[in-house]
């Protein structure tokens, strides 16, 4: 006897000025899912639909690409999941008063509610999430946390989950948070059969920083730091201490420190420990070092201080996230 296949609706907003990748990046990672499901034991299916705002027929993304609904938004069926990607669109005032009352209409049927980037502004504008936990993109973070200060904003993270309500940052962040979905509608072997079909390099967990330190030094170093930076990220395993890298920098360890942690916000020896972490987390995806090996590569004193550090930045130990999200080489054919 077959077994029965569970059916999840899964619903996205489409409106005029949409961003595109927050809907599309999404809605794959559910088609890509069903493809997969079967072949991992899962016995669910997505059932997708995308849902014009201002009725049916075709609508225009901010890039140009064109997008058609075959039904609206205020007269879709019943949804398990109801997503609203962001995008300029959403920001007009009669768009934004139609998503919002079909938020507080459909509240109470729907089990998951998710924004994507600026989607947020609809969903805190419904009054859902007040109170709750959310992030966006961090471009919008300051703008957003002063238009709806009951809203408790982590402007930091990649997806935050609060009950039933999800948002998460900009563009390829909603990919994250869709494969969130998936992992806890199908499981985390589909989820990440998910990833490894759309080549994402990881499937990052929700708490992972919008910016690694390698980035944020990109953004928003100076000279003459910035060649200290860079070394840094390229010399992980080696002696880092502020001394060191004040001579490096020509200056004093206190004109270093005084003007690194201005630079980047952080002082040199957290700077440092980000960016080994950050190492040491690539390093566990490949196949053949030890944790005590990667923990002396990428500049530890120990395997235990190596373990407590990245549980502290990631929520979890170093064989555990190994064991969870790397992914076995492939002989090559």
Avoid at 76 to 82: F, G, Q
Avoid at 228 to 256: C, K, M, N, Y
Wanted: aromatic share 8%.
């Amino acid at each position: 006897m077959t077994a029965r296949v569970r059916r999840i609706v899964v619903g996205a907003v489409l409106f005029d000025a949409v961003t595109a990748l927050d809907l599309v990046g999404p809605m794959e990672v559910f088609a890509i899912a069903n493809e997969l499901a079967a072949e991992h034991g899962a016995r669910a299916r997505y059932e997708l639909r995308v849902l014009g705002v201002t009725g049916q027929g075709r609508f225009t993304a901010e890039s140009g690409l064109v997008f058609a609904a075959r039904e609206t938004l205020a007269r879709a069926p019943a949804l398990d999941t109801l997503i609203i990607p962001g995008g300029a669109g959403l920001r007009e005032p009669a768009v934004s008063a139609a998503v919002v009352a079909a938020l507080q209409r459909r509240a109470t049927s729907t089990r998951r509610i998710a924004s994507v980037c600026t989607g947020i502004y609809a969903l805190a504008a419904s009054g859902l999430i007040d109170g709750r936990r959310a992030t966006t993109h961090w471009r919008f973070a300051r703008e957003v946390a002063a238009r709806f200060p009951r809203v408790r904003l982590d402007a930091d993270a990649i997806y935050v989950q609060d009950g039933r309500f999800f948002t998460s940052a900009g563009v390829t962040a909603g990919v994250d948070l869709a494969l969130a979905l998936v992992e806890a509608d199908l499981g985390a072997r589909v989820a990440l059969a998910v990833a490894r079909e759309l080549v994402v390099f990881l499937k990052r967990q929700g708490g992972q920083s919008q910016y690694s330190a390698p980035l944020r030094f990109q953004a928003s170093s100076t000279d003459p730091i910035r060649e200290t930076g860079a070394w840094i990220v390229d010399h992980v395993g080696e002696d880092l201490a502020v001394a060191r890298l004040a001579r490096r920098a020509h200056l004093s360890p206190r004109q270093f420190t005084r003007r690194f942690t201005a630079t980047f916000g952080v002082a040199p020896a957290t700077y440092v420990q980000q960016v080994r972490l950050d190492a040491a987390r690539d390093l566990l995806l490949e196949p053949g070092a030890s944790v005590a090996q990667i923990s002396d590569a990428t500049g530890f004193h120990s395997a235990d201080a190596f373990s407590r550090a990245f549980e502290s930045r990631f929520g979890v130990r170093p064989a555990a996230y190994r064991a969870r999200f790397a992914v076995a080489r492939e002989p090559a054919r």
